[in-house]
């Protein structure tokens, strides 16, 4: 008795003793956020290469797998025993192909349109003005000033004016320089993310290899094999997703981009690529790139022209969202659009446009985490219910035999 009394007060000694130590270093850590949040800053920005380049290795694995798969199949031994190699190449190639393509034949064209629209802003300001004048003395025009306008578009280019940027780029040229050298450092990491994107891909069954070894020492096995099957399923959802979106994304913009052209919609291969890349955030995406096209249409194209491709592309985003889209996306994610349009608000809050992109696949992740939660538990709380019932059942049979 005596003996358990010393190891019960030495237990208790020692649990309160780290509690102790655990309250200081957390105390130390809240007191201390803001440097550990820089340090850690600071260790993202050195080791955002090897992010890059990982997340760049993650979205091309799966083509490159297909790739490999075929030149396996062709039974050559000389494009077997190099199917890994050959296909990332081969994927590489093609990105890059396609990258030389858009900015050879896309870009001058995008920077064509915004050039010329920078160049009428004055014409769509006076068009303002002359709507907001005709607006006066009728209901609406308690919702517009054209003083208050006029002051926003003085401002502009006051901001905007030749002399500003001149007085801007004196007095800024130690941040000019600061620039250039960081771009120059962006450059370098690019090419370290391009590299570092090609070993990943290389040796991606030794990197495989190595993290599950690893991950066997720490966990025990039945653990690890719960782990990587929600890690299989999270990937299927997060990778189909972004995949689909980006497919969506590509063939709407596509089709806007020949019904802007079709309907003599200026700035058409701009507009429809805004619209394409806005489509990827679901609900508020599309609308938001429908009303900026149809207001720029507004004043280039008058008002006729402008109703009318609203409903062109009011139409297009119905047949997109009702027969495109459900064949690409299929119903991987199946989520309730108030959970869809919560998760949005709450990822482009908290983490901007990035959030608002990755934050739908991350909401179906742990709904799906929650139901196999609640699946678990309600298990449990039948095999307990069913247990008690059990006993209950036998009682009368016990004290009727004794």
């Known amino acids: ?32 956020v803001e440097p550990i949040f820089a340090v850690l800053r ?15 290795a993650y979205f091309f694995s799966r083509p490159a797998d297909r790739v490999e798969a075929r030149l396996r199949n062709t039974k050559v031994p000389f494009l077997v025993k190099r199917a890994r190699g050959f296909s990332v190449l081969t994927v590489f190639l093609i990105a890059v192909a396609i990258i030389a393509l858009l900015i050879s034949y896309g870009v001058p064209i995008i920077v064509s349109n915004l ?7 004055g014409i769509f300001y006076e068009m303002s003005i002359e709507f907001i004048n005709g607006l006066n003395g009728s209901w609406l025009g308690q919702f517009f000033s054209s003083d208050s306008l006029e002051s926003i578009y003085n401002s502009m280019l006051e901001a905007f004016s030749f002399q500003n940027i001149m007085v801007q780029i004196g007095t800024s040229a130690i941040s000019i320089i600061g620039y250039l050298i960081s771009m120059t450092s962006g450059i370098i990491n690019a090419v370290i993310s391009l590299i570092i994107c090609l070993y990943m891909l290389i040796f991606k069954e030794s990197v495989l290899a190595l993290l599950d070894r690893v991950a066997k020492v720490f966990i025990k096995e039945q653990r690890l094999n719960d782990i990587k099957s929600y890690i299989r399923k999270s990937n299927h959802i997060f990778y189909q997703f972004i995949s689909a979106q980006f497919l969506d994304a590509c063939v709407l913009g596509t089709l806007a981009t020949i019904l802007l052209a079709m309907l003599g919609v200026e700035y058409a291969v701009t507009l429809g690529l805004l619209l394409g890349i806005c489509n990827m955030i ?14 720029i249409t507004l004043f280039t194209g008058g ?29 991987a994610l199946n989520l309730n659009p108030m959970l869809i349009i919560f998760s949005i608000t709450i990822g482009g809050a908290y983490f901007g446009i990035i959030g608002m992109f990755v934050s739908v696949p991350i909401a179906a992740m742990l709904k799906m985490f929650l139901n196999d939660f609640l699946t678990i538990r309600e298990k449990k709380l039948m095999a307990a219910k069913k247990a008690v019932q059990d006993e209950e059942t036998k009682l009368p049979d016990f004290i009727s035999e004794a």
């Open 42 to 56: 600071n260790f993202i920005s050195i080791i955002s290469p090897f992010l890059v380049g990982t997340a760049i």
């Open 282 to 295: 679901p609900y508020f995406g599309s609308m938001f790139a429908s009303i900026l096209t149809a207001i």
């Open 115 to 121: 050039l010329d629209f920078t160049n009428q802003i």
């Open 1 to 32: 008795m005596v003996t358990t009394k010393k190891t019960l007060n030495g237990s208790l000694w020692k649990e309160g003793l780290a509690f102790i130590i655990a309250v200081l270093v957390i105390f130390r850590i809240i007191s201390n």
């Open 303 to 331: 008002f006729q022209k402008a109703l009318l491709t609203a409903v062109s592309l009011l139409v297009l985003q119905q047949i997109d969202g009702n027969f495109i889209g459900p064949r690409i996306m299929g119903d």
